[in-house]
């Protein structure tokens, strides 16, 4: 996953290299402010926090200067009173309002809704919405949110191709036909039929791109666009703003044991199945496996590929396998549970630790209740914080044991750094920063809150679907199916998923049902 840019050694070992293969550490190495101000992860990172830098202190000059009144009294507004006719006194007198005037009022009345702050960015930053049988209302109120999305990546891309050495023009020439490509991925996963079935636009993406490319063929000049790992880092230093670390404490210790025990050791023992059960020649293949479907999926898949330089079509492979299950995981699940006569709470922090995709635990979750919605979702963000952490640990793992020779020199500290994919760095700063304003500001869950789903995570879908785009486009599947050879990949991921279901149902069961069962009671 890594870029020439990035990777100074002369030569490096493919990604299914043996530990027996030598590291050739170059001799030289660029300075660190040569490194943040050229390399892609770097780069990542400034885009990055230019844009949540600007979304905030949108969001932060632009609140009601009575904020704080306005979410009082909302909360306030929402308290029933009893009826007149169940008061102490007994009945009260007929009211004298006349009853056109107090159906108005009782209209009026019903209409009225919390208040909720809004990014002032929100209508200049959108997708493609929802459609049942005319496409163009995927477009029509959110055209120009969509091409205020356009303009945004379009300018901060070039100039940061521009500065690194890369032609901005050739970017400004290709990005308007990849950038209608996710549009199009978008507007497909928007059809209500599809929508119900939450195929989301990743697949849709994925699919776009994967026909271009083994059709027609990608066209050349399209390929300065295909920025694979730049969006995706880009995306993921944003989505470190949404993973708050005060979500530990919404659960407290059962959602954490439930995220933070079951996954290493799902992660690890299907990573060591991979390799001495199934012998799996590619071990970086078998590391993202692994990932994807421990951790959190695509995006866990994503940083993983970064720390241990897998191949894009190893990569495309192991969301293939994600998005698929996801999708009949998502279905099944709540099936089962119910069938089971499993309670909310212990079902949702079940399907908070299995179902990959966050979008997909929040559907799932939703079938049983919003008991289970909430516990689903709090044990997947939880779990989310532990991208950083494995990509961090696989980077380390990957060059002092896969990509050395145990005869050879010894690696030291600071190979380590040099490989280490440093948007993560990125992903747990911004994690940190908005967990602290989160907590400490006037309004801070407010504000934060606005800023994420008014302009953040919106950039952010639209960072990981020109991603998803990008990998199609430059996916074959004559290289694609030396990998599927006997289908082992298929086979990792069936066991590796079954432990990580077992698992996480028996540790959900301990933490909700015995340990901590007065304090979670349902």
Known sequence: ?????????????????????????????????????????????????????????????GQPENLSELIAASSVEEVVEAPAEMTAEGPVAETTEPAEEQQASEAEAAEEEPYEYVSPLKSFLAKPGKWTENPLDAVSSSWKGILG?????????????????????AFLTAFPAVFALATLAYWMSGQSVVKAYNLEYALWALLVGLIISNTIGTPTFLRPAMLTEFFIKTGLVLLGAEVLMSRLLALGLPGVFVAWLVTPVVLITTYIFG???????????????????????????????????????????????????????????????TALGIDPILGGAWLGGTIDSTGAVAAAGAVLGDEALEVAATVKMIQNILIGVTAFCVAIYWVTFVERDPSGPKIGISEIWYRFPKFVLGFVAMSILFSILYSSLSNGPELVGAMISGSTKTLRGWFFCLAFVSIGLETNFRQLLPQLKGGKPLVLYVCGQSLNLCLTLVVAWLMFKVVFADGVAP
């Open 1 to 61: 996953m890594n870029t020439p840019s990035e990777s100074p050694a002369p030569s490096e070992p493919s990604p299914g290299n043996s530990s027996s293969e030598t590291v050739a550490i170059p001799t030289e190495r660029p300075s660190i402010w040569k490194d943040m101000t050229t390399s892609e992860d770097w780069w990542a990172i400034w885009c990055a926090m230019l844009l949540l830098a600007i979304a905030f202190a949108v969001v932060w000059f």
């Open 275 to 337: 390799q001495k059960v199934l012998k799996i020649q590619s071990k970086s293949l078998n590391m993202v496996i692994s990932a994807d479907m421990s951790v959190c999926g695509v995006s866990a898949a994503i940083a993983t590929a970064a720390a241990c330089k897998a191949k894009k079509e190893e990569l495309s492979l192991s969301i293939g396998l994600s998005l698929g299950f996801t999708v009949i995981m998502m279905a099944v699940m709540p099936a089962v549970i």
């Open 149 to 169: 999305v356009f303009l945004v990546i379009a300018s901060l891309f070039a100039f940061a191709s521009q500065t690194r050495g890369k032609s901005a023009s």
